[in-house]
């Protein structure tokens, strides 16, 4: 937390090559710290996976991008956005989206920022669609995709299986750009 900067201190840009390590530390924080419960993954970044963010980042390709946020006074990056679309076919329209916030920067809107600057970033590449999936059960989850717009489109039964063995819910939501 950094009181007193607010938002001011917190830059919103789009992932670059030499952000891969500092996005793979924001993940393997938030598992540490057990925050991470409802993502989609549950295993700390291994150095594969940072050279595959770094591919992602350098590519720049149109279908695939990341936004981070990054505390300005000590350069951590303390959130990420991530836009995913296939390139063909019948559904290269739409794009998944996902997000995660580090616990120390958490409520204080960063995730709302992050999110509405991806969808901006999605809808000038041409985008039609915007979905993300959330547990029904990630209350901080659901509310970032009802205020930046997101519908719920369905719920799944067991969408997500948890660390404890027990499934989860999930929302299926869907913003149209
Ligand atoms: C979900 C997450 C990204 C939200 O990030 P954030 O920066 O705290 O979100 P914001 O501050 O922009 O808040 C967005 C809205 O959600 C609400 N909110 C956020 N966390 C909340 C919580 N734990 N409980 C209740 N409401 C919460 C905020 O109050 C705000 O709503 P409001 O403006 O109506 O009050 C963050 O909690 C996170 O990274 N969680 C762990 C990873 C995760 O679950 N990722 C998503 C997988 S689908």
């Known amino acids: 937390m950094i009181a007193g900067l607010g938002h ?9 090559k030499g952000d891969a390590k500092g996005v793979a530390r924001l993940w393997d924080d938030g598992f ?3 925050y991470f419960g409802y993502t ?3 295993r700390r970044r291994t150095v594969k996976d940072i050279r595959r ?11 695939e991008f990341v936004f981070i946020a990054i505390d300005s006074v000590n350069g951590k990056v303390v959130g990420s956005c ?16 996902g997000w995660a916030i580090h616990l120390d920067y958490s409520r204080q809107g960063i995730a709302t920022r992050l999110v509405k600057r991806t969808l901006e970033e999605a809808k000038r590449r041409g985008f039609k669609k915007a979905e993300a999936e959330a547990a029904v059960k990630n209350i901080g989850s659901v509310r970032l995709a009802k205020k930046c717009g997101f519908k719920i489109e369905g719920r799944k039964k067991r969408g997500l299986l948890l660390d404890s063995g027990r499934y989860a819910d999930t929302y299926v939501f869907g913003k149209v750009l």
């Open 40 to 42: 989609g993954t549950n």
């Open 8 to 16: 001011m201190a917190i830059i919103i840009r789009k992932a670059g």
């Open 53 to 63: 963010f770094e591919e992602v980042y350098a590519k720049n390709k149109r279908n």
């Open 82 to 97: 991530t836009f995913f679309a296939k390139k063909e076919g019948r559904t290269r329209h739409r794009g998944e989206m």
């Open 32 to 34: 540490e710290r057990g």
